[in-house]
Protein backbone atom coordinates (compact mmCIF):
# COMPACT_ATOMS: atom_id res chain seq x y z
CA UNK A 1 0.00 0.00 0.00
CA UNK A 2 1.20 3.40 -1.30
CA UNK A 3 2.28 6.52 1.42
CA UNK A 4 1.14 10.01 1.42
CA UNK A 5 4.06 11.50 2.38
CA UNK A 6 4.63 15.05 4.46
CA UNK A 7 8.12 17.15 5.52
CA UNK A 8 7.07 17.31 8.78
CA UNK A 9 3.65 15.46 10.63
CA UNK A 10 2.43 16.97 13.85
CA UNK A 11 0.51 14.85 16.61
CA UNK A 12 -2.01 17.15 18.24
CA UNK A 13 -4.06 20.15 17.45
CA UNK A 14 -3.92 21.94 20.75
CA UNK A 15 -2.58 24.83 21.32
CA UNK A 16 1.03 24.34 21.08
CA UNK A 17 0.72 21.74 18.00
CA UNK A 18 -1.58 24.23 16.01
CA UNK A 19 1.35 27.65 16.98
CA UNK A 20 3.56 25.12 15.70
CA UNK A 21 2.30 24.55 12.44
CA UNK A 22 1.75 28.39 12.07
CA UNK A 23 5.00 29.11 12.64
CA UNK A 24 5.91 26.23 9.55
CA UNK A 25 2.97 28.29 7.46
CA UNK A 26 4.48 31.44 8.04
CA UNK A 27 7.88 29.90 6.80
CA UNK A 28 5.93 28.03 3.70
CA UNK A 29 7.48 24.95 5.28
CA UNK A 30 4.42 21.95 4.55
CA UNK A 31 2.98 19.84 7.40
CA UNK A 32 -0.03 18.10 8.43
CA UNK A 33 -1.51 18.14 11.97
CA UNK A 34 -3.20 15.03 13.25
CA UNK A 35 -6.01 15.20 16.13
CA UNK A 36 -8.05 12.69 17.14
CA UNK A 37 -10.55 14.67 18.94
CA UNK A 38 -13.39 16.04 16.26
CA UNK A 39 -12.91 19.57 16.80
CA UNK A 40 -10.96 22.64 18.58
CA UNK A 41 -11.49 22.44 22.75
CA UNK A 42 -14.33 22.98 23.98
CA UNK A 43 -13.33 22.95 27.47
CA UNK A 44 -11.39 25.71 29.07
CA UNK A 45 -7.86 24.71 30.23
CA UNK A 46 -4.75 26.80 30.07
CA UNK A 47 -6.05 30.24 30.98
CA UNK A 48 -2.62 32.64 31.51
CA UNK A 49 -0.40 34.25 28.94
CA UNK A 50 2.96 35.56 29.83
CA UNK A 51 4.14 38.60 28.35
CA UNK A 52 6.59 36.18 26.38
CA UNK A 53 4.00 34.13 24.88
CA UNK A 54 2.48 37.57 24.28
CA UNK A 55 5.39 38.30 22.21
CA UNK A 56 5.58 35.49 20.57
CA UNK A 57 1.73 35.81 19.32
CA UNK A 58 2.49 39.35 18.38
CA UNK A 59 5.31 37.69 16.24
CA UNK A 60 2.91 35.97 14.64
CA UNK A 61 0.30 38.36 14.18
CA UNK A 62 -2.34 37.32 16.44
CA UNK A 63 -2.08 38.92 19.60
CA UNK A 64 -5.14 41.43 18.67
CA UNK A 65 -7.61 38.76 18.67
CA UNK A 66 -6.29 37.11 21.55
CA UNK A 67 -5.98 40.01 23.82
CA UNK A 68 -8.98 42.31 22.68
CA UNK A 69 -11.83 39.94 23.95
CA UNK A 70 -9.79 39.48 27.26
CA UNK A 71 -8.22 43.18 27.73
CA UNK A 72 -10.93 43.76 30.88
CA UNK A 73 -9.69 41.13 33.05
CA UNK A 74 -6.02 42.40 32.71
CA UNK A 75 -6.30 46.48 32.89
CA UNK A 76 -9.03 46.35 35.26
CA UNK A 77 -7.30 47.84 38.72
CA UNK A 78 -10.06 45.93 40.64
CA UNK A 79 -9.01 42.93 39.81
CA UNK A 80 -6.32 41.23 41.40
CA UNK A 81 -4.91 37.38 41.13
CA UNK A 82 -6.27 35.66 44.14
CA UNK A 83 -8.64 35.69 46.27
CA UNK A 84 -9.06 33.26 49.53
CA UNK A 85 -11.71 33.34 51.72
CA UNK A 86 -14.54 31.58 53.33
CA UNK A 87 -17.04 32.26 50.19
CA UNK A 88 -17.62 34.12 47.32
CA UNK A 89 -19.13 36.61 50.29
CA UNK A 90 -18.02 35.19 53.65
CA UNK A 91 -14.97 36.23 55.33
CA UNK A 92 -11.93 37.30 53.74
CA UNK A 93 -8.19 35.41 54.38
CA UNK A 94 -6.16 37.62 52.32
CA UNK A 95 -5.44 38.30 48.66
CA UNK A 96 -3.16 38.30 46.34
CA UNK A 97 -2.45 41.39 43.89
CA UNK A 98 -2.16 41.06 40.12
CA UNK A 99 0.90 43.18 39.62
CA UNK A 100 2.73 44.24 36.94
CA UNK A 101 0.68 42.59 34.06
CA UNK A 102 2.60 45.60 32.00
CA UNK A 103 6.42 46.42 32.32
CA UNK A 104 8.69 48.42 30.35
CA UNK A 105 10.77 45.47 29.89
CA UNK A 106 7.89 44.41 27.12
CA UNK A 107 5.72 45.56 24.65
CA UNK A 108 2.85 43.18 25.91
CA UNK A 109 1.10 42.16 29.06
CA UNK A 110 0.79 38.62 30.81
CA UNK A 111 -2.94 38.47 30.21
CA UNK A 112 -5.91 35.66 30.94
CA UNK A 113 -7.48 34.15 28.04
CA UNK A 114 -9.25 31.02 27.93
CA UNK A 115 -7.43 28.09 25.58
CA UNK A 116 -10.73 27.30 24.16
CA UNK A 117 -10.14 31.53 22.31
CA UNK A 118 -6.46 30.81 22.03
CA UNK A 119 -7.14 27.74 19.90
CA UNK A 120 -9.78 29.20 17.88
CA UNK A 121 -7.74 31.98 17.05
CA UNK A 122 -4.21 30.24 16.12
CA UNK A 123 -6.33 27.50 14.49
CA UNK A 124 -8.27 30.85 12.25
CA UNK A 125 -4.53 32.09 11.52
CA UNK A 126 -3.71 28.46 9.96
CA UNK A 127 -6.49 28.10 7.93
CA UNK A 128 -5.70 31.41 6.00
CA UNK A 129 -2.11 30.46 5.88
CA UNK A 130 -2.37 26.82 5.00
CA UNK A 131 -5.97 25.34 4.35
CA UNK A 132 -6.73 22.18 5.05
CA UNK A 133 -3.05 21.28 6.73
CA UNK A 134 -5.54 20.37 10.48
CA UNK A 135 -7.06 16.91 10.12
CA UNK A 136 -9.72 16.25 12.63
CA UNK A 137 -10.89 12.93 14.13
CA UNK A 138 -7.17 11.11 13.23
CA UNK A 139 -5.43 9.31 15.69
CA UNK A 140 -1.68 8.47 14.87
CA UNK A 141 -0.80 5.27 15.59
CA UNK A 142 2.06 2.77 14.73
CA UNK A 143 5.03 5.51 14.80
CA UNK A 144 8.12 4.29 13.69
CA UNK A 145 11.37 5.64 12.84
CA UNK A 146 12.27 3.86 8.91
CA UNK A 147 15.56 5.00 8.13
CA UNK A 148 15.26 8.92 6.86
CA UNK A 149 11.55 8.66 7.14
CA UNK A 150 9.04 8.82 10.17
CA UNK A 151 5.98 6.10 9.69
CA UNK A 152 2.57 5.80 11.04
CA UNK A 153 -0.65 5.76 10.18
CA UNK A 154 -3.66 7.65 10.57
CA UNK A 155 -8.02 7.17 9.70
CA UNK A 156 -6.33 3.99 8.25
CA UNK A 157 -4.20 5.68 5.93
CA UNK A 158 -0.40 4.99 5.38
CA UNK A 159 1.66 8.26 5.92
CA UNK A 160 5.55 8.72 6.13
CA UNK A 161 7.94 11.74 7.07
CA UNK A 162 10.39 13.21 7.15
CA UNK A 163 10.15 14.82 10.67
CA UNK A 164 7.39 13.56 13.70
CA UNK A 165 6.48 16.31 16.15
CA UNK A 166 4.52 14.82 18.97
CA UNK A 167 2.42 17.23 20.68
CA UNK A 168 -0.05 15.02 21.81
CA UNK A 169 -0.29 15.88 25.62
CA UNK A 170 0.79 14.35 28.82
CA UNK A 171 -1.28 11.35 28.66
CA UNK A 172 -0.05 11.02 24.46
CA UNK A 173 1.10 7.71 23.31
CA UNK A 174 3.69 8.43 21.05
CA UNK A 175 6.01 9.24 24.42
CA UNK A 176 5.15 6.04 26.09
CA UNK A 177 5.44 3.87 23.36
CA UNK A 178 9.35 4.98 22.67
CA UNK A 179 9.59 4.08 26.11
CA UNK A 180 10.80 7.97 27.31
CA UNK A 181 10.73 8.39 30.83
CA UNK A 182 9.84 11.38 32.82
CA UNK A 183 11.39 13.06 35.77
CA UNK A 184 9.27 15.10 38.34
CA UNK A 185 7.53 15.02 42.07
CA UNK A 186 4.70 12.19 40.82
CA UNK A 187 1.35 12.17 41.43
CA UNK A 188 0.14 15.34 43.36
CA UNK A 189 -3.79 14.90 43.22
CA UNK A 190 -7.13 13.95 41.26
CA UNK A 191 -9.03 16.53 40.30
CA UNK A 192 -12.34 17.46 37.81
CA UNK A 193 -12.16 20.58 36.15
CA UNK A 194 -15.80 21.61 35.92
CA UNK A 195 -16.77 24.24 33.63
CA UNK A 196 -20.19 25.60 34.42
CA UNK A 197 -22.36 28.91 33.61
CA UNK A 198 -23.70 31.43 36.57
CA UNK A 199 -24.13 35.04 36.53
CA UNK A 200 -22.10 35.53 40.07
CA UNK A 201 -20.46 38.77 37.99
CA UNK A 202 -22.81 41.36 40.31
CA UNK A 203 -21.86 39.54 43.38
CA UNK A 204 -18.28 40.53 43.58
CA UNK A 205 -17.92 44.28 43.80
CA UNK A 206 -14.43 44.26 45.42
CA UNK A 207 -13.70 41.31 44.97
CA UNK A 208 -13.10 40.53 41.40
CA UNK A 209 -10.32 38.21 40.99
CA UNK A 210 -8.65 35.56 38.58
CA UNK A 211 -8.56 32.90 41.09
CA UNK A 212 -10.72 32.55 43.71
CA UNK A 213 -9.91 30.04 46.61
CA UNK A 214 -13.04 28.97 49.26
CA UNK A 215 -11.10 27.69 52.35
CA UNK A 216 -13.77 26.84 55.30
CA UNK A 217 -14.92 24.55 57.72
CA UNK A 218 -17.08 22.75 55.41
CA UNK A 219 -15.52 23.25 51.67
CA UNK A 220 -12.03 24.08 50.01
CA UNK A 221 -12.89 24.81 46.35
CA UNK A 222 -10.77 26.21 43.43
CA UNK A 223 -12.77 28.40 41.28
CA UNK A 224 -11.42 30.49 38.19
CA UNK A 225 -12.77 32.78 36.35
CA UNK A 226 -12.90 32.17 32.45
CA UNK A 227 -14.69 35.88 31.42
CA UNK A 228 -14.67 37.70 34.33
CA UNK A 229 -18.46 37.32 34.63
CA UNK A 230 -20.62 34.20 33.84
CA UNK A 231 -18.48 31.74 32.96
CA UNK A 232 -16.44 29.34 35.62
CA UNK A 233 -14.44 26.58 36.41
CA UNK A 234 -13.87 24.42 39.72
CA UNK A 235 -11.00 22.60 40.31
CA UNK A 236 -12.53 19.99 42.55
CA UNK A 237 -10.21 17.92 44.68
CA UNK A 238 -11.11 13.68 44.30
CA UNK A 239 -10.58 12.06 47.54
CA UNK A 240 -8.88 8.65 47.31
CA UNK A 241 -11.58 5.74 45.61
CA UNK A 242 -13.78 8.85 44.51
CA UNK A 243 -13.83 8.58 40.59
CA UNK A 244 -16.28 11.12 38.34
CA UNK A 245 -18.55 9.04 38.03
CA UNK A 246 -19.15 9.68 41.70
CA UNK A 247 -20.01 13.11 40.89
CA UNK A 248 -22.72 13.62 38.05
CA UNK A 249 -23.73 17.58 36.93
CA UNK A 250 -26.50 17.46 39.57
CA UNK A 251 -24.11 17.06 42.36
CA UNK A 252 -21.19 19.17 41.25
CA UNK A 253 -23.75 22.03 41.26
CA UNK A 254 -24.88 22.07 44.48
CA UNK A 255 -21.28 22.02 45.71
CA UNK A 256 -20.62 24.83 43.40
CA UNK A 257 -24.01 26.61 44.58
CA UNK A 258 -22.65 25.70 48.58
CA UNK A 259 -18.98 26.71 48.75
CA UNK A 260 -19.54 29.93 46.72
CA UNK A 261 -22.15 31.12 49.54
CA UNK A 262 -24.74 31.63 46.43
CA UNK A 263 -26.87 29.26 46.73
CA UNK A 264 -30.05 31.00 45.20
CA UNK A 265 -28.28 31.86 41.53
CA UNK A 266 -28.88 28.83 39.00
CA UNK A 267 -25.74 27.16 37.91
CA UNK A 268 -25.53 25.33 34.83
CA UNK A 269 -22.87 22.71 34.64
CA UNK A 270 -21.70 23.06 30.61
CA UNK A 271 -18.58 20.29 30.74
CA UNK A 272 -16.53 18.16 33.55
CA UNK A 273 -12.97 16.89 32.63
CA UNK A 274 -10.81 14.95 34.89
CA UNK A 275 -7.21 15.36 35.40
CA UNK A 276 -4.49 14.48 37.69
CA UNK A 277 -1.82 16.80 38.74
CA UNK A 278 1.48 15.01 37.93
CA UNK A 279 4.29 17.70 37.21
CA UNK A 280 6.82 16.17 34.89
CA UNK A 281 9.96 16.97 32.59
CA UNK A 282 10.75 14.13 29.88
CA UNK A 283 14.38 12.99 30.05
CA UNK A 284 14.47 13.31 26.07
CA UNK A 285 12.77 15.83 23.97
CA UNK A 286 13.82 14.18 20.86
CA UNK A 287 14.32 10.33 19.36
CA UNK A 288 16.10 10.64 16.47
CA UNK A 289 13.33 12.32 13.78
CA UNK A 290 10.76 12.20 16.52
CA UNK A 291 10.62 15.10 18.54
CA UNK A 292 8.35 16.27 22.03
CA UNK A 293 7.10 19.46 22.68
CA UNK A 294 4.02 20.98 24.91
CA UNK A 295 2.68 18.62 27.47
CA UNK A 296 4.45 15.26 25.70
CA UNK A 297 7.60 17.08 26.75
CA UNK A 298 6.77 19.10 30.31
CA UNK A 299 4.15 19.21 32.31
CA UNK A 300 3.62 21.50 34.57
CA UNK A 301 2.10 22.12 37.75
CA UNK A 302 -1.34 24.81 37.59
CA UNK A 303 0.04 26.89 40.27
CA UNK A 304 1.95 29.91 38.10
CA UNK A 305 0.12 28.89 34.86
CA UNK A 306 2.94 27.94 33.01
CA UNK A 307 2.28 24.59 31.11
CA UNK A 308 0.84 26.46 28.03
CA UNK A 309 3.77 29.11 27.88
CA UNK A 310 6.31 26.74 28.53
CA UNK A 311 5.67 24.41 25.30
CA UNK A 312 4.60 27.58 23.61
CA UNK A 313 8.45 28.77 23.73
CA UNK A 314 9.25 25.22 22.84
CA UNK A 315 7.80 25.26 19.28
CA UNK A 316 9.34 28.61 19.10
CA UNK A 317 12.73 27.03 19.56
CA UNK A 318 11.97 24.34 17.70
CA UNK A 319 10.22 26.11 14.59
CA UNK A 320 13.16 27.94 13.23
CA UNK A 321 15.91 25.02 13.65
CA UNK A 322 13.79 22.35 11.76
CA UNK A 323 12.73 24.62 8.81
CA UNK A 324 16.96 25.56 8.59
CA UNK A 325 17.38 21.39 8.61
CA UNK A 326 14.15 21.08 6.27
CA UNK A 327 15.44 23.71 3.68
CA UNK A 328 19.13 22.78 4.04
CA UNK A 329 20.26 25.68 5.08
CA UNK A 330 21.52 24.26 8.82
CA UNK A 331 22.94 21.12 9.79
CA UNK A 332 20.52 18.05 11.25
CA UNK A 333 23.20 18.60 13.86
CA UNK A 334 21.45 21.88 15.00
CA UNK A 335 18.30 19.41 16.03
CA UNK A 336 20.19 18.57 19.06
CA UNK A 337 19.95 22.38 20.66
CA UNK A 338 16.62 21.83 21.02
CA UNK A 339 16.52 19.86 23.99
CA UNK A 340 19.74 21.27 24.81
CA UNK A 341 18.13 24.32 24.68
CA UNK A 342 14.42 23.89 26.51
CA UNK A 343 14.50 20.71 28.53
CA UNK A 344 16.99 22.96 30.96
CA UNK A 345 14.38 25.60 30.70
CA UNK A 346 11.64 23.80 31.42
CA UNK A 347 13.44 21.96 34.63
CA UNK A 348 14.19 25.30 35.56
CA UNK A 349 10.30 26.12 35.35
CA UNK A 350 9.04 23.00 36.86
CA UNK A 351 11.30 23.75 40.12
CA UNK A 352 9.37 26.97 40.10
CA UNK A 353 5.92 25.91 39.55
CA UNK A 354 6.45 23.47 42.06
CA UNK A 355 7.82 25.78 44.48
CA UNK A 356 4.40 27.40 43.87
CA UNK A 357 2.03 24.62 44.11
CA UNK A 358 3.80 23.80 47.54
CA UNK A 359 2.71 27.18 49.23
CA UNK A 360 -1.00 26.60 48.02
CA UNK A 361 -0.87 22.90 49.37
CA UNK A 362 0.51 24.68 52.47
CA UNK A 363 -2.10 27.45 53.38
CA UNK A 364 -4.98 24.37 52.16
CA UNK A 365 -2.97 22.30 54.81
CA UNK A 366 -3.36 25.30 57.76
CA UNK A 367 -7.23 25.63 56.58
CA UNK A 368 -8.12 21.98 56.89
CA UNK A 369 -6.92 22.17 60.45
CA UNK A 370 -8.73 25.14 60.58
CA UNK A 371 -5.59 27.58 61.69
CA UNK A 372 -6.97 30.75 60.21
CA UNK A 373 -3.92 32.65 61.65
CA UNK A 374 -1.71 30.81 59.83
CA UNK A 375 -3.52 30.80 56.63
CA UNK A 376 -3.45 34.76 56.57
CA UNK A 377 0.25 34.65 57.43
CA UNK A 378 0.81 31.93 54.57
CA UNK A 379 -0.97 34.00 52.10
CA UNK A 380 0.69 36.96 53.04
CA UNK A 381 4.04 35.79 52.17
CA UNK A 382 3.02 33.89 48.74
CA UNK A 383 5.64 34.13 46.62
CA UNK A 384 3.25 35.11 43.43
CA UNK A 385 2.86 38.64 44.84
CA UNK A 386 5.60 39.46 42.84
CA UNK A 387 6.36 40.68 39.10
CA UNK A 388 7.63 37.19 38.23
CA UNK A 389 9.49 38.44 35.16
CA UNK A 390 12.30 36.57 35.72
CA UNK A 391 10.86 33.02 35.34
CA UNK A 392 8.93 34.92 32.73
CA UNK A 393 11.46 37.01 30.35
CA UNK A 394 14.80 36.10 32.36
CA UNK A 395 15.44 32.36 31.02
CA UNK A 396 18.33 31.78 29.64
CA UNK A 397 20.38 29.37 27.58
CA UNK A 398 23.90 28.45 29.05
CA UNK A 399 24.65 26.15 26.11
CA UNK A 400 22.93 25.49 22.55
CA UNK A 401 22.73 27.64 19.55
CA UNK A 402 24.69 29.98 20.69
CA UNK A 403 28.40 31.41 20.84
CA UNK A 404 29.51 32.19 24.46
CA UNK A 405 31.02 35.75 25.01
CA UNK A 406 32.67 34.91 28.27
CA UNK A 407 30.44 36.96 30.34
CA UNK A 408 29.11 35.36 33.23
CA UNK A 409 25.55 35.50 34.15
CA UNK A 410 23.88 38.26 35.71
CA UNK A 411 23.43 37.75 39.36
CA UNK A 412 19.70 37.40 40.76
CA UNK A 413 18.37 37.41 44.31
CA UNK A 414 15.30 35.86 43.37
CA UNK A 415 15.39 34.18 39.97
CA UNK A 416 11.33 34.57 39.51
CA UNK A 417 11.31 37.99 39.85
CA UNK A 418 14.10 39.72 39.43
CA UNK A 419 14.98 40.39 35.57
CA UNK A 420 17.83 42.46 34.43
CA UNK A 421 17.80 43.09 30.97
CA UNK A 422 21.10 41.69 28.84
CA UNK A 423 22.36 40.46 25.91
CA UNK A 424 24.83 37.73 26.83
CA UNK A 425 23.97 35.21 24.34
CA UNK A 426 21.70 32.62 25.45
CA UNK A 427 19.91 35.47 26.70
CA UNK A 428 16.22 36.96 25.34
CA UNK A 429 17.17 40.00 23.22
CA UNK A 430 15.90 43.14 25.16
CA UNK A 431 13.32 45.01 24.09
CA UNK A 432 13.07 49.11 23.52
CA UNK A 433 11.16 51.17 21.89
CA UNK A 434 12.04 52.17 18.33
CA UNK A 435 12.09 55.49 17.02
CA UNK A 436 8.92 54.90 15.12
CA UNK A 437 7.24 53.51 18.22
CA UNK A 438 7.46 49.53 17.31
CA UNK A 439 9.91 47.19 19.82
CA UNK A 440 13.01 46.00 18.84
CA UNK A 441 11.60 42.76 19.19
CA UNK A 442 9.54 43.61 16.14
CA UNK A 443 12.97 43.33 13.73
CA UNK A 444 13.31 39.68 14.81
CA UNK A 445 12.56 36.49 12.27
CA UNK A 446 12.00 35.02 10.64
CA UNK A 447 15.70 34.87 9.73
CA UNK A 448 18.59 35.79 12.10
CA UNK A 449 19.13 39.88 12.40
CA UNK A 450 22.40 41.59 12.85
CA UNK A 451 22.03 44.57 15.33
CA UNK A 452 24.83 46.82 15.10
CA UNK A 453 25.79 50.07 17.62
CA UNK A 454 26.12 53.23 14.87
CA UNK A 455 28.43 51.52 12.14
CA UNK A 456 26.53 49.23 10.22
CA UNK A 457 27.90 45.85 8.37
CA UNK A 458 27.76 44.69 5.70
CA UNK A 459 24.84 43.03 3.80
CA UNK A 460 24.84 39.54 4.12
CA UNK A 461 21.83 37.38 2.50
CA UNK A 462 21.69 34.92 5.43
CA UNK A 463 19.89 37.75 7.73
CA UNK A 464 18.45 41.09 8.30
CA UNK A 465 20.13 44.53 9.31
CA UNK A 466 19.69 47.22 11.89
CA UNK A 467 22.16 50.09 12.67
CA UNK A 468 20.95 51.96 15.71
CA UNK A 469 22.57 55.61 15.99
CA UNK A 470 24.32 56.69 18.89
CA UNK A 471 21.50 58.62 20.78
CA UNK A 472 19.85 55.00 20.73
CA UNK A 473 19.88 52.72 24.02
CA UNK A 474 20.86 49.82 22.18
CA UNK A 475 24.32 50.21 22.80
CA UNK A 476 24.15 50.48 26.80
CA UNK A 477 21.17 48.37 27.00
CA UNK A 478 23.01 45.56 24.85
CA UNK A 479 26.08 45.88 26.04
CA UNK A 480 27.85 47.05 23.21
CA UNK A 481 30.70 50.00 21.78
CA UNK A 482 30.41 51.78 18.71
CA UNK A 483 30.80 49.38 16.39
CA UNK A 484 29.69 46.48 18.27
CA UNK A 485 26.97 44.26 17.04
CA UNK A 486 24.70 41.51 18.22
CA UNK A 487 22.98 38.50 16.25
CA UNK A 488 19.75 37.50 17.25
CA UNK A 489 18.11 34.16 15.96
CA UNK A 490 14.50 34.11 14.57
CA UNK A 491 13.04 32.85 17.94
CA UNK A 492 14.24 36.40 19.55
CA UNK A 493 17.29 35.07 21.67
CA UNK A 494 21.07 36.42 21.39
CA UNK A 495 22.72 33.68 19.56
CA UNK A 496 26.31 36.06 19.63
CA UNK A 497 27.52 39.73 20.59
CA UNK A 498 30.80 41.37 19.51
CA UNK A 499 31.51 44.07 22.22
CA UNK A 500 33.39 45.53 19.57
CA UNK A 501 33.39 45.64 15.99
CA UNK A 502 33.96 42.27 14.74
CA UNK A 503 36.92 41.26 12.56
CA UNK A 504 35.97 41.08 8.90
CA UNK A 505 33.78 37.80 8.12
CA UNK A 506 33.40 37.18 12.24
CA UNK A 507 29.44 37.39 11.43
CA UNK A 508 29.71 35.09 8.83
CA UNK A 509 31.80 32.34 10.82
CA UNK A 510 29.58 32.62 13.99
CA UNK A 511 26.57 32.32 11.85
CA UNK A 512 27.90 28.96 10.05
CA UNK A 513 28.92 27.78 13.48
CA UNK A 514 25.37 28.16 14.95
CA UNK A 515 23.86 26.49 11.80
CA UNK A 516 26.23 23.90 11.59
CA UNK A 517 27.33 22.63 15.18
CA UNK A 518 29.86 19.60 15.91
Not at 118 to 126: C, G, K, P, S
Not at 164 to 187: F, K, M, Y
Not at 282 to 295: A, E, H, K, L, Y
Request: glycine share 10%; charged share 20%; with cysteine.
Amino acid sequence: MSSTHTSVAIVGGGPCGLALALQFARRNLPCVVFEKKPGLSTHPKAMGISRRSAEIFRQLGILKPLYEPCRHMTEDPEVCLTVFARSFTGEEWGRIPLTESFSPHSPEPAFHCPQTLTERVIYDALEKAAPGCVRFNQTVTGVKTAGDRVEFRAADQSWTADWLVAADGAGGQIRHELQVESDGPGDMGHFLNVYFRVAYGPHLKGRRSVLFNVLSEANIEFFVTVNGDDLWLMHHFLQPGETAADFPAEKLAAIIRQSTGLPGVPVAVLSISPWVMSPKVSRQFRVGRIFFTGDAAARMSPAGGLGLNTGLQSTHNLAWKLAAVVRGNASPALLGTYERERRGAALWTLENTNRNAGEIFAIVQAAIKQDWPAVRALIAKNGRAGSRLGIDLGIEYPAGAIIPDGTAPVPRNDPVNDYFPNARPGSRAPHFVLEDGRSVLDLFGPGFTLLSAETSRPEVPAYGSHTFPGSSPFASLYGVEAGGCVLVRPDGYVAARWRQAPAAGAVERALTTILNPD
